[in-house]
């Protein structure tokens, strides 16, 4: 969304970073990642955290796994979740600079402070209801969409695999994918990123790129333009590069 607008302000974020609750899984390397946040911070970088489900919604998943939950109370549930998780991403025994927020005012104001923001989504997706109740939309497709309606420039996921793999081979390092268009991502469904998420991406002209949180000092090379072991998202044509073919062939 054009943030550029007389008598709109622009919210100004840096980017819009999607923290994985898997992360979560390792404390150790979710405070390190953590720490890095803050020391972009500290340089000037606005950043805004969008949480991921984590935890919450894996207890959640899997009660709608046993006992097969009502669409409409699945997503709301996982809405919290999200909020549950931002608020103990913001707990001091993790940060220092991360401060939770329902408003994206609020977010604004603290970011201008040096502060992280932790959007705690669940108030703002119940008031628009933007997107349809279904499992195949996840925390990255409501990333994506918080990007867009504050025009940050791109969506960050940070996960804990290095980044989109051909075939989702995970354990094959010559399969992963550093460079795809979002058109082109659509095509392989489901991967490190939501399917819905990327679609969303190309759409509305968003780039991005997944990170591994493991390796945080990867998400400042790629902010200062080195290329890094991840994958970057672009929303080029149809005929966009890609250093490795989803599909399975040379580039």
């Known amino acids: 969304m054009d943030c550029s607008i007389k008598g709109f302000p622009p919210y100004g974020f840096s980017i819009v970073l999607k923290f994985g609750g898997s992360i979560m899984r ?9 720490a890095e946040l803050e020391r972009l ?10 949480p991921g489900g984590g935890i919450p919604d894996k207890a ?10 009502d669409p409409c109370t699945a997503h709301h549930a996982c809405a919290l979740a999200q909020d549950q998780t931002g608020y103990l991403l913001a707990d001091a025994a993790f940060s220092s600079k991360l401060v939770p927020s329902a408003s994206l005012g609020e977010c604004r104001t603290l970011a ?4 992280i923001p932790v959007l705690l989504p669940s108030r703002l997706l119940f008031a628009a209801d933007p997107m349809e109740w279904s499992w195949d939309v996840t925390s990255d497709a409501v990333a994506a969409w918080i990007a867009w309606l504050t025009g940050a420039p791109q969506l960050v996921i940070l996960t804990d695999v290095d980044g989109v793999y051909r075939g989702g081979a995970t354990d ?7 460079q795809i268009a979002a058109q082109d991502l659509v095509l392989l ?21 997944v990170i591994n949180a493991r390796h945080p000092a990867r998400l ?14 672009t929303v080029a ?13 040379a580039a």
């Open 112 to 115: 201008r402070l040096g502060k």
């Open 172 to 178: 094959d390092p010559a399969a992963l994918i550093e």
């Open 60 to 69: 959640i998943e899997a009660i709608d796994a046993a006992e097969r939950l």
């Open 26 to 34: 390792d404390l150790a390397v979710c405070k390190l990642a953590l």
């Open 189 to 209: 469904g489901h991967t490190s990123i939501d399917a819905c998420a990327v679609e969303f991406m190309a759409k509305k002209s968003l780039p991005g790129v």
């Open 41 to 50: 911070a500290d340089k000037g970088h606005r950043i805004l955290l969008v």
């Open 220 to 233: 400042a090379d790629w902010l200062e333009g080195r290329r890094v072991r991840a994958t970057r998202i």
């Open 237 to 249: 044509s149809r005929k966009a590069h890609i250093t490795s073919d989803p599909l399975g062939g």
